[in-house]
Structure formats: C-alpha cells, structure tokens
C-alpha cells in the first residue's frame, strides 16, 4: 500500500511539473526553442531566443533569431499583457505593439507598418478559444491576430482586402501557428521552454555565448543600434 502511495505521489508530481506555466502568456527567456513544421510541404522552421540587448530606445529586448540566419525579431513583452517588436519605420519610439492579450475580441489597434492596399494598417484580435496540444496534453488558451485595414468608416480583416495571414498565440507557450496565404501552414510540433522539453525536437542547434551566431548577433545588435540612434 505504501509502495502504491509513493508511485502514486511520484506520478503525480512528473505530470504537475511536465505542464505548462499559464500564468505567463508570452514566455520569452534566453534558450526558448519552439519548432514548426508546414502541413503542406512539410518544412522545418524554428525560432530560438538567444539574448536580449538594449535598444536605442532605451528599451530592453529578447533576440528571437529565425531558423538559425542572422534574421532576428527583436521583441518585448510588458506587464504580461502588451508583446512589441522593436521596428525602424515610423514608429513611435521605434515599436509597435504585435499583441494585446487584454483586450476583449475584435479589438483593433494601428501599427506603423505598410500592409498592402488602400487604408490605414492596423492588427487585431480576431478570437479566443480553448485548442488541445498532444505535445503538452493540456488544452490551452489561444488567441488569433490578423491585419486589419480601416478604410474611412471601414473595418476590413484580414483576406477581404490584405493578404491572408494569422498568428496563433497560445497561453504560456507563445507562437503556435502561422497560416500565411501562399506561405504555408506552419504548426507547433516541439519546443523548449523555461528548460522543459516538449514534443519532438528535430533541428535544434546549440547557440551559446562564443557561437559564431550569437558573435554575429550582437555585431549586427550593434550596428542597428549606433545606426539607429538618435544622434544619426
């Protein structure tokens, strides 16, 4: 009986610690791996969070390097609630708002970025739903973002009159799909987060302080920055 206790309290806690943490929304930590693969061609891609560096801004932010180049994202996330990407163009304080995890659905909010057609861009909050994940047995919140055009007194998603896309974030795991009309389906099939391994890992690649990438990252860092700065 005993034996039966302790196999039961072990279980138990193996399955506790294997979940996901969803009191973080969008986790961002350095060694933070998520992979995906398209559903059509069945491509690999991967994004990696290999540091963070202070902007010109003034602001702090993750590098999220993208299948192992020297392209990166160079993103935040703020009170849990708010996700910005650091971007040149004409934002204000160079970053515009990528998610808003609490607004309510069909909230809009304009961005500095060009989308195609007439109009001015915005991103919005298209739905909220519970999904299953196999690859953490756990059902998890989801929220879908698109672009939004508003045309005078028009609210116009998505494929009406921008190029189809979605971005898929689920609640303590961050990015899980990315369906993009002619650029494939793209879904989560493996990641690492805050150190826990879940799913299946296919392509990862060490990326530690003395790599070749993480030196071209914070070269390329530098550069944006001196070249970005308020100075120039």
């Known amino acids: 009986m005993k ?18 943490d969803t009191t973080v929304y969008y986790p961002l930590e350095i060694g933070n791996y998520w992979e995906y693969v398209d559903i059509f061609t069945g491509k690999i891609s991967r994004r990696t969070v290999i540091g963070d560096t202070l902007m010109p801004n003034g ?38 708002l990528m998610y808003d995890f609490s607004v309510p659905d069909s909230s809009i909010w304009p961005v500095c970025l060009e989308l195609p057609s007439e109009g001015e861009s915005h991103l919005g909050l298209s739905g909220t739903s519970i ?43 961050g990015l899980t799909r990315v369906h993009v009309e002619l650029g494939g ?26 790599s070749s990438l993480r030196s071209e990252e914070r070269r390329v860092g530098k ?8 100075d120039h």
């Open 59 to 96: 602001k702090q932010y993750f590098i999220v390097n993208i299948n192992g180049s020297i392209a990166s994202l160079f993103i935040r996330v703020q009170d849990n609630k708010y996700v910005y990407r650091y971007y040149r163009g004409n934002c204000t304080n160079n970053e515009y």
């Open 185 to 210: 389906d793209n879904r989560l099939v493996g990641a690492i987060i805050n150190g826990k391994e879940y799913g299946t890992i296919t392509s990862i690649e060490d990326v530690d302080e003395d």
């Open 131 to 173: 999904e299953y994940f196999s690859i953490f047995n756990q059902l998890l919140e989801t929220k879908v973002y698109e672009p939004v055009k508003v045309i005078g007194a028009d609210t116009c998603w998505n494929e009406n009159c921008t190029i189809f896309s979605r971005e898929y974030i689920s609640k303590g795991v």
């Open 223 to 230: 550069e944006c920055r001196s070249r970005w700065s308020p």
């Open 3 to 20: 034996l039966k206790i302790l196999l039961f309290l072990f279980l138990s806690q193996v399955f506790i610690s294997a979940q996901i």
